[in-house]
Protein backbone atom coordinates (compact mmCIF):
# COMPACT_ATOMS: atom_id res chain seq x y z
CA UNK A 1 0.00 0.00 0.00
CA UNK A 2 0.85 3.60 -1.23
CA UNK A 3 1.62 6.03 2.18
CA UNK A 4 0.18 9.26 2.84
CA UNK A 5 2.20 11.86 3.21
CA UNK A 6 1.81 13.51 7.06
CA UNK A 7 2.72 16.22 9.09
CA UNK A 8 5.95 15.85 11.01
CA UNK A 9 5.66 14.10 14.11
CA UNK A 10 2.20 12.91 13.80
CA UNK A 11 0.52 9.72 12.80
CA UNK A 12 -0.45 7.88 9.75
CA UNK A 13 -3.05 9.64 7.97
CA UNK A 14 -5.64 7.09 5.66
CA UNK A 15 -6.09 7.61 1.97
CA UNK A 16 -8.48 7.58 -0.84
CA UNK A 17 -7.18 5.53 -3.98
CA UNK A 18 -9.29 4.42 -6.99
CA UNK A 19 -9.35 1.07 -8.59
CA UNK A 20 -5.95 1.57 -10.24
CA UNK A 21 -4.09 3.14 -7.07
CA UNK A 22 -4.34 6.67 -7.41
CA UNK A 23 -4.41 9.31 -4.70
CA UNK A 24 -7.31 11.38 -4.05
CA UNK A 25 -6.24 14.14 -3.30
CA UNK A 26 -7.57 17.73 -1.78
CA UNK A 27 -6.56 20.90 -2.85
CA UNK A 28 -7.36 23.86 -0.60
CA UNK A 29 -5.96 27.24 -2.37
CA UNK A 30 -5.00 28.34 -5.40
CA UNK A 31 -1.99 30.65 -6.75
CA UNK A 32 0.41 30.22 -9.29
CA UNK A 33 2.13 32.29 -12.41
CA UNK A 34 4.04 35.34 -11.68
CA UNK A 35 1.48 37.12 -9.80
CA UNK A 36 -0.17 36.16 -6.28
CA UNK A 37 -3.58 35.29 -6.80
CA UNK A 38 -6.40 34.79 -4.48
CA UNK A 39 -7.47 31.44 -3.05
CA UNK A 40 -9.54 29.31 -5.28
CA UNK A 41 -12.53 27.05 -4.23
CA UNK A 42 -11.34 23.91 -2.77
CA UNK A 43 -10.85 21.23 -5.81
CA UNK A 44 -9.90 17.61 -5.76
CA UNK A 45 -7.14 16.02 -7.99
CA UNK A 46 -5.87 12.30 -8.65
CA UNK A 47 -2.27 11.82 -8.88
CA UNK A 48 -0.77 8.87 -10.26
CA UNK A 49 0.83 7.01 -7.32
CA UNK A 50 4.08 5.47 -7.88
CA UNK A 51 4.34 1.48 -8.21
CA UNK A 52 7.43 0.25 -8.47
CA UNK A 53 11.41 1.61 -9.24
CA UNK A 54 11.34 0.90 -12.74
CA UNK A 55 7.92 2.77 -13.26
CA UNK A 56 7.28 5.42 -10.48
CA UNK A 57 3.97 6.17 -12.10
CA UNK A 58 5.83 7.29 -15.09
CA UNK A 59 7.13 6.14 -18.53
CA UNK A 60 10.95 5.17 -18.46
CA UNK A 61 13.30 6.15 -21.46
CA UNK A 62 16.02 3.96 -22.32
CA UNK A 63 18.45 6.39 -21.32
CA UNK A 64 17.36 9.51 -21.08
CA UNK A 65 19.37 11.65 -23.46
CA UNK A 66 18.96 13.09 -27.11
CA UNK A 67 21.25 12.81 -30.13
CA UNK A 68 22.01 15.53 -32.43
CA UNK A 69 21.80 14.85 -36.09
CA UNK A 70 25.95 14.85 -36.28
CA UNK A 71 25.32 11.24 -33.85
CA UNK A 72 26.64 13.09 -30.43
CA UNK A 73 24.86 12.08 -27.56
CA UNK A 74 23.50 14.72 -24.90
CA UNK A 75 23.19 14.56 -21.52
CA UNK A 76 20.62 17.26 -20.70
CA UNK A 77 21.84 19.63 -17.92
CA UNK A 78 19.27 22.51 -18.21
CA UNK A 79 15.17 23.09 -19.41
CA UNK A 80 13.53 26.41 -19.15
CA UNK A 81 10.30 27.52 -20.83
CA UNK A 82 11.84 29.78 -23.85
CA UNK A 83 8.83 32.03 -25.42
CA UNK A 84 6.12 29.07 -26.30
CA UNK A 85 8.98 26.15 -26.63
CA UNK A 86 11.56 24.84 -24.57
CA UNK A 87 14.97 25.48 -24.12
CA UNK A 88 17.42 22.88 -23.22
CA UNK A 89 21.09 22.94 -22.60
CA UNK A 90 23.45 19.46 -22.86
CA UNK A 91 27.11 18.59 -22.64
CA UNK A 92 28.09 16.00 -24.81
CA UNK A 93 28.50 12.55 -23.67
CA UNK A 94 29.74 10.37 -26.45
CA UNK A 95 30.47 11.49 -30.32
CA UNK A 96 31.98 9.70 -33.47
CA UNK A 97 34.43 12.85 -33.27
CA UNK A 98 35.87 14.62 -30.18
CA UNK A 99 35.67 17.41 -32.53
CA UNK A 100 32.16 17.37 -31.89
CA UNK A 101 31.88 17.23 -27.86
CA UNK A 102 31.14 20.98 -25.80
CA UNK A 103 27.63 22.06 -24.93
CA UNK A 104 24.82 22.65 -26.85
CA UNK A 105 22.01 24.39 -27.29
CA UNK A 106 18.16 23.69 -28.62
CA UNK A 107 15.71 26.42 -28.43
CA UNK A 108 12.58 23.75 -29.98
CA UNK A 109 12.72 21.63 -27.27
CA UNK A 110 15.01 19.19 -28.35
CA UNK A 111 13.98 18.59 -32.02
CA UNK A 112 17.37 20.66 -33.47
CA UNK A 113 20.35 20.99 -31.34
CA UNK A 114 23.24 23.77 -31.98
CA UNK A 115 26.91 23.57 -30.02
CA UNK A 116 27.81 26.90 -28.19
CA UNK A 117 30.73 25.72 -26.14
CA UNK A 118 33.83 23.99 -27.76
CA UNK A 119 35.39 21.25 -25.17
CA UNK A 120 38.36 22.59 -24.11
CA UNK A 121 37.65 25.85 -24.05
CA UNK A 122 36.87 26.34 -20.67
CA UNK A 123 38.21 23.99 -17.82
CA UNK A 124 35.77 21.05 -16.82
CA UNK A 125 32.63 23.50 -17.64
CA UNK A 126 29.48 22.75 -15.44
CA UNK A 127 26.34 23.64 -13.60
CA UNK A 128 24.95 25.41 -16.95
CA UNK A 129 21.54 27.87 -16.27
CA UNK A 130 20.04 30.33 -18.46
CA UNK A 131 18.00 33.36 -18.11
CA UNK A 132 16.87 33.80 -21.44
CA UNK A 133 18.54 35.68 -22.66
CA UNK A 134 22.39 34.54 -21.25
CA UNK A 135 23.56 31.01 -20.51
CA UNK A 136 26.33 30.65 -17.78
CA UNK A 137 28.26 27.97 -17.31
CA UNK A 138 30.67 27.21 -14.20
CA UNK A 139 34.43 26.55 -14.77
CA UNK A 140 37.54 25.18 -12.87
CA UNK A 141 40.49 27.68 -11.83
CA UNK A 142 44.08 26.81 -11.52
CA UNK A 143 43.41 25.36 -8.09
CA UNK A 144 41.33 22.58 -9.96
CA UNK A 145 38.43 24.54 -7.70
CA UNK A 146 34.53 25.76 -9.15
CA UNK A 147 35.20 29.64 -8.49
CA UNK A 148 34.76 31.07 -12.19
CA UNK A 149 31.06 31.82 -13.63
CA UNK A 150 31.30 32.75 -17.93
CA UNK A 151 28.40 33.71 -19.80
CA UNK A 152 27.49 34.06 -22.90
CA UNK A 153 25.00 35.87 -24.57
CA UNK A 154 26.10 35.55 -28.70
CA UNK A 155 24.42 31.84 -28.70
CA UNK A 156 24.33 31.09 -32.24
CA UNK A 157 27.55 29.66 -32.83
CA UNK A 158 30.79 28.12 -30.47
CA UNK A 159 33.50 31.06 -30.99
CA UNK A 160 35.16 30.96 -27.99
CA UNK A 161 35.50 34.74 -27.91
CA UNK A 162 31.38 34.33 -27.67
CA UNK A 163 32.40 33.58 -23.75
CA UNK A 164 32.92 36.23 -20.85
CA UNK A 165 34.34 35.84 -17.56
CA UNK A 166 32.15 37.13 -15.19
CA UNK A 167 32.68 36.45 -11.72
CA UNK A 168 35.33 35.08 -9.97
CA UNK A 169 34.48 33.78 -6.09
CA UNK A 170 36.63 36.00 -3.54
CA UNK A 171 35.61 33.33 -1.23
CA UNK A 172 35.13 29.12 -1.30
CA UNK A 173 33.53 27.79 -4.41
CA UNK A 174 30.35 27.08 -6.08
CA UNK A 175 28.13 24.18 -5.64
CA UNK A 176 27.35 21.69 -7.84
CA UNK A 177 23.87 21.28 -5.84
CA UNK A 178 22.43 24.44 -4.49
CA UNK A 179 23.62 27.94 -4.01
CA UNK A 180 22.00 29.84 -7.83
CA UNK A 181 18.53 31.45 -8.78
CA UNK A 182 16.86 32.41 -11.68
CA UNK A 183 14.10 34.69 -11.69
CA UNK A 184 13.18 36.91 -15.09
CA UNK A 185 16.25 39.45 -15.21
CA UNK A 186 17.44 38.60 -11.82
CA UNK A 187 20.84 35.78 -10.97
CA UNK A 188 22.37 35.10 -8.19
CA UNK A 189 24.98 32.81 -6.95
CA UNK A 190 26.34 32.22 -3.77
CA UNK A 191 29.74 30.95 -2.24
CA UNK A 192 29.98 27.03 -1.02
CA UNK A 193 33.11 25.30 0.01
CA UNK A 194 35.27 23.99 2.86
CA UNK A 195 35.06 26.32 6.27
CA UNK A 196 37.91 28.59 6.15
CA UNK A 197 38.11 30.82 9.26
CA UNK A 198 40.39 33.30 7.39
CA UNK A 199 38.33 33.83 4.55
CA UNK A 200 34.57 31.86 5.21
CA UNK A 201 32.52 31.39 1.89
CA UNK A 202 30.11 34.15 2.35
CA UNK A 203 29.57 36.16 -0.71
CA UNK A 204 26.86 36.59 -3.22
CA UNK A 205 26.86 37.48 -6.78
CA UNK A 206 23.99 39.68 -8.08
CA UNK A 207 23.35 40.25 -11.77
CA UNK A 208 20.07 42.30 -12.83
CA UNK A 209 20.52 42.00 -16.71
CA UNK A 210 20.04 38.51 -17.20
CA UNK A 211 23.58 37.16 -16.06
CA UNK A 212 25.80 39.71 -18.46
CA UNK A 213 27.42 41.79 -15.33
CA UNK A 214 27.47 40.77 -11.75
CA UNK A 215 27.78 42.87 -8.35
CA UNK A 216 30.01 40.98 -5.00
CA UNK A 217 28.14 41.55 -2.17
CA UNK A 218 29.15 40.14 1.55
CA UNK A 219 26.64 38.53 3.05
CA UNK A 220 28.13 38.28 6.73
CA UNK A 221 30.93 40.10 7.55
CA UNK A 222 33.93 37.71 9.45
CA UNK A 223 33.62 39.81 12.44
CA UNK A 224 29.72 39.21 12.63
CA UNK A 225 29.36 35.29 12.27
CA UNK A 226 29.44 33.21 15.36
CA UNK A 227 31.71 30.77 14.77
CA UNK A 228 33.84 31.42 11.34
CA UNK A 229 35.62 27.87 11.57
CA UNK A 230 32.27 26.51 10.54
CA UNK A 231 30.41 29.23 8.15
CA UNK A 232 29.46 29.16 4.54
CA UNK A 233 26.35 29.70 2.70
CA UNK A 234 24.16 27.38 1.13
CA UNK A 235 21.27 28.36 -1.16
CA UNK A 236 20.34 31.92 -2.42
CA UNK A 237 16.31 32.76 -3.97
CA UNK A 238 15.30 36.26 -6.00
CA UNK A 239 11.55 36.24 -4.81
CA UNK A 240 10.11 38.80 -7.52
CA UNK A 241 6.70 38.91 -5.41
CA UNK A 242 8.46 41.18 -2.69
CA UNK A 243 11.72 42.42 -4.49
CA UNK A 244 13.16 40.43 -1.80
CA UNK A 245 16.59 38.28 -1.74
CA UNK A 246 16.95 34.87 0.45
CA UNK A 247 19.83 33.39 1.96
CA UNK A 248 20.66 30.65 3.62
CA UNK A 249 23.82 29.35 5.58
CA UNK A 250 25.42 26.63 8.06
CA UNK A 251 26.84 24.88 9.48
CA UNK A 252 26.29 24.45 13.71
CA UNK A 253 26.10 27.57 15.65
CA UNK A 254 25.80 29.89 12.15
CA UNK A 255 22.81 28.19 10.98
CA UNK A 256 20.23 30.59 9.64
CA UNK A 257 18.40 32.47 6.58
CA UNK A 258 18.54 36.21 5.85
CA UNK A 259 16.13 38.56 3.48
CA UNK A 260 17.54 41.48 1.83
CA UNK A 261 15.23 44.32 0.58
CA UNK A 262 17.73 46.88 -0.64
CA UNK A 263 20.19 44.24 -2.81
CA UNK A 264 22.15 43.25 -0.13
CA UNK A 265 23.08 45.77 1.31
CA UNK A 266 21.66 45.19 4.91
CA UNK A 267 20.26 41.83 5.87
CA UNK A 268 17.68 40.73 8.52
CA UNK A 269 18.63 37.43 9.92
CA UNK A 270 16.57 35.15 11.09
CA UNK A 271 19.11 32.73 13.12
CA UNK A 272 18.61 28.89 14.62
CA UNK A 273 15.78 27.85 12.62
CA UNK A 274 16.85 26.77 8.65
CA UNK A 275 19.99 26.04 7.22
CA UNK A 276 17.95 25.33 4.17
CA UNK A 277 19.75 23.90 0.69
CA UNK A 278 16.86 24.77 -1.54
CA UNK A 279 15.13 28.15 -0.98
CA UNK A 280 12.11 28.70 -3.45
CA UNK A 281 10.32 31.57 -3.42
CA UNK A 282 5.88 31.42 -4.48
CA UNK A 283 3.60 33.51 -4.76
CA UNK A 284 2.08 33.26 -1.19
CA UNK A 285 4.77 31.56 0.68
CA UNK A 286 8.92 31.00 0.77
CA UNK A 287 10.01 27.15 0.63
CA UNK A 288 13.02 26.34 2.49
CA UNK A 289 14.04 22.70 1.60
CA UNK A 290 16.21 20.07 3.98
CA UNK A 291 19.38 20.91 5.45
CA UNK A 292 18.25 20.11 9.24
CA UNK A 293 15.91 18.08 10.74
CA UNK A 294 12.94 17.61 9.90
CA UNK A 295 13.62 16.67 7.03
CA UNK A 296 11.46 18.08 4.42
CA UNK A 297 10.13 21.66 3.63
CA UNK A 298 9.40 24.30 6.17
CA UNK A 299 7.48 27.51 5.35
CA UNK A 300 7.49 30.95 5.78
CA UNK A 301 3.79 32.28 4.90
CA UNK A 302 3.71 35.88 3.39
CA UNK A 303 1.16 38.60 3.94
CA UNK A 304 0.52 39.99 0.10
CA UNK A 305 -0.47 43.10 1.80
CA UNK A 306 2.58 43.44 3.70
CA UNK A 307 4.96 42.41 1.05
CA UNK A 308 7.93 44.10 3.37
CA UNK A 309 7.15 42.54 6.44
CA UNK A 310 9.95 41.12 8.80
CA UNK A 311 9.71 37.93 9.47
CA UNK A 312 11.26 36.13 12.98
CA UNK A 313 12.05 32.59 13.87
CA UNK A 314 8.33 32.37 15.19
CA UNK A 315 7.26 32.28 11.43
CA UNK A 316 9.16 29.21 10.18
CA UNK A 317 7.02 26.27 10.51
CA UNK A 318 7.58 23.00 9.43
CA UNK A 319 5.59 22.13 6.93
CA UNK A 320 6.20 18.59 5.01
CA UNK A 321 8.20 15.83 6.21
CA UNK A 322 7.54 12.19 4.75
CA UNK A 323 6.94 8.87 6.05
CA UNK A 324 10.24 8.45 4.64
CA UNK A 325 12.10 9.29 8.42
CA UNK A 326 10.63 7.59 11.21
CA UNK A 327 10.44 9.52 14.18
CA UNK A 328 12.93 7.87 16.18
CA UNK A 329 15.89 8.78 13.25
CA UNK A 330 17.90 11.37 15.11
CA UNK A 331 20.24 12.41 12.49
CA UNK A 332 19.42 14.27 9.37
CA UNK A 333 19.18 11.57 6.04
CA UNK A 334 18.11 13.72 3.17
CA UNK A 335 19.15 17.04 1.83
CA UNK A 336 17.16 19.38 -0.56
CA UNK A 337 18.76 19.68 -4.23
CA UNK A 338 17.85 22.36 -6.41
CA UNK A 339 15.89 21.37 -9.73
CA UNK A 340 17.92 22.59 -12.43
CA UNK A 341 14.72 24.09 -14.29
CA UNK A 342 13.85 27.48 -13.47
CA UNK A 343 11.20 27.43 -11.18
CA UNK A 344 9.09 29.72 -13.56
CA UNK A 345 8.88 27.29 -15.76
CA UNK A 346 7.33 25.08 -13.12
CA UNK A 347 4.74 27.51 -11.49
CA UNK A 348 3.29 29.52 -14.09
CA UNK A 349 0.16 27.24 -14.76
CA UNK A 350 -1.70 25.75 -12.18
CA UNK A 351 -1.82 23.01 -10.96
CA UNK A 352 2.19 23.41 -10.77
CA UNK A 353 4.88 21.11 -12.01
CA UNK A 354 6.95 21.51 -8.93
CA UNK A 355 9.58 18.88 -8.32
CA UNK A 356 11.73 18.39 -5.35
CA UNK A 357 15.18 16.25 -5.03
CA UNK A 358 16.05 15.03 -1.50
CA UNK A 359 19.50 13.50 -1.99
CA UNK A 360 20.61 10.98 1.26
CA UNK A 361 23.02 12.84 3.93
CA UNK A 362 25.07 10.06 4.14
CA UNK A 363 26.95 7.39 2.34
CA UNK A 364 23.21 5.35 1.91
CA UNK A 365 23.28 6.58 -1.46
CA UNK A 366 19.09 7.02 -1.23
CA UNK A 367 17.33 9.63 -3.19
CA UNK A 368 13.87 10.96 -3.50
CA UNK A 369 11.38 12.70 -5.58
CA UNK A 370 8.34 14.78 -4.22
CA UNK A 371 6.22 16.67 -6.34
CA UNK A 372 3.46 19.21 -5.70
CA UNK A 373 0.18 20.83 -7.45
CA UNK A 374 0.36 23.99 -5.35
CA UNK A 375 3.25 24.36 -3.29
CA UNK A 376 1.59 23.30 0.01
CA UNK A 377 1.17 19.92 -0.69
CA UNK A 378 3.51 17.47 -1.36
CA UNK A 379 3.85 13.58 -2.74
CA UNK A 380 6.85 11.22 -3.79
CA UNK A 381 7.11 10.12 -6.97
CA UNK A 382 9.97 8.51 -7.21
CA UNK A 383 12.52 6.59 -4.42
CA UNK A 384 15.86 4.88 -4.97
CA UNK A 385 17.30 3.07 -2.16
CA UNK A 386 20.10 1.14 -3.82
CA UNK A 387 22.94 2.80 -2.21
CA UNK A 388 24.45 3.58 -5.11
CA UNK A 389 23.51 6.92 -5.91
CA UNK A 390 25.54 9.72 -5.47
CA UNK A 391 24.46 13.59 -6.59
CA UNK A 392 21.24 13.01 -7.76
CA UNK A 393 19.32 15.94 -9.34
CA UNK A 394 16.60 16.64 -11.68
CA UNK A 395 16.08 18.52 -14.52
CA UNK A 396 12.22 19.41 -15.23
CA UNK A 397 9.68 19.53 -16.23
CA UNK A 398 8.69 22.64 -18.28
CA UNK A 399 5.32 23.72 -18.31
CA UNK A 400 5.45 24.27 -22.38
CA UNK A 401 6.57 20.67 -22.84
CA UNK A 402 3.46 19.11 -23.69
CA UNK A 403 5.08 15.55 -22.49
CA UNK A 404 6.55 17.26 -18.84
CA UNK A 405 9.02 15.08 -18.83
CA UNK A 406 12.15 15.29 -16.63
CA UNK A 407 15.65 14.05 -16.38
CA UNK A 408 17.14 12.23 -13.03
CA UNK A 409 20.19 12.03 -13.27
CA UNK A 410 22.75 10.24 -10.71
CA UNK A 411 26.50 9.02 -10.57
CA UNK A 412 26.81 5.55 -9.72
CA UNK A 413 29.37 5.30 -7.02
CA UNK A 414 29.92 1.47 -7.72
CA UNK A 415 30.03 1.51 -11.32
CA UNK A 416 31.83 4.81 -11.44
CA UNK A 417 29.05 6.12 -14.39
CA UNK A 418 26.79 8.92 -14.80
CA UNK A 419 23.39 7.63 -15.34
CA UNK A 420 20.03 9.46 -16.84
CA UNK A 421 16.61 8.20 -16.54
CA UNK A 422 13.27 10.35 -18.63
CA UNK A 423 10.37 10.36 -16.70
CA UNK A 424 6.74 11.76 -17.40
CA UNK A 425 5.49 14.06 -14.66
CA UNK A 426 2.39 12.51 -13.58
CA UNK A 427 -0.88 14.68 -14.55
CA UNK A 428 -2.91 16.78 -11.87
CA UNK A 429 -6.29 15.93 -13.51
CA UNK A 430 -8.42 18.75 -11.78
CA UNK A 431 -12.13 16.76 -10.68
CA UNK A 432 -15.35 18.71 -10.44
Known amino acids: MYKAVRPYGSKSLPIEQDENGALLVTVKGGGGGNEPSEPKEPTTVIYPSPASFSKHGATVAEEGVFTTADGVKLRINYAGNLGDSVELLG ?40 SGE ?23 NDDDENWTKVITASSG ?20 GDKDALNPPRHLYISRDFGRTFVEKEVRAIADMPDANHFHLHDCEYDPFT ?22 ESWYVISGKSQSTNII ?77 FNGSDTTGVSTLVASPDGKQFYPIAND ?33 NY ?13
Not at 92 to 112: F, I, K, P, Q, W
Not at 134 to 147: F, M
Not at 310 to 326: C, G, H, K, Q, S
Open 281 to 357: ALPDRILLGTDDKPDGFKVIYKNNLLPKQIYTEDDVEVLYAPLLNEDDISHLRYVANNNQTRIDSQIDTYPYNLVAV
Open 134 to 156: VVLVTARDDNDQYTEVWMSDTLD
Open 91 to 130: FATTSTHSSLMGLYRSVDNGVTWKRILRHGHLTAPSQVIS
Open 385 to 417: ISGMMLLANIVGPCSNDPEKRMWWQWFDRTEQT
Open 173 to 192: HFSPSYGKSVRRNVVLYTTY
Open 420 to 432: TKQFNYPKWIVMK
Open 243 to 264: DRIWVSNGDRDNSAIQFSDDWG
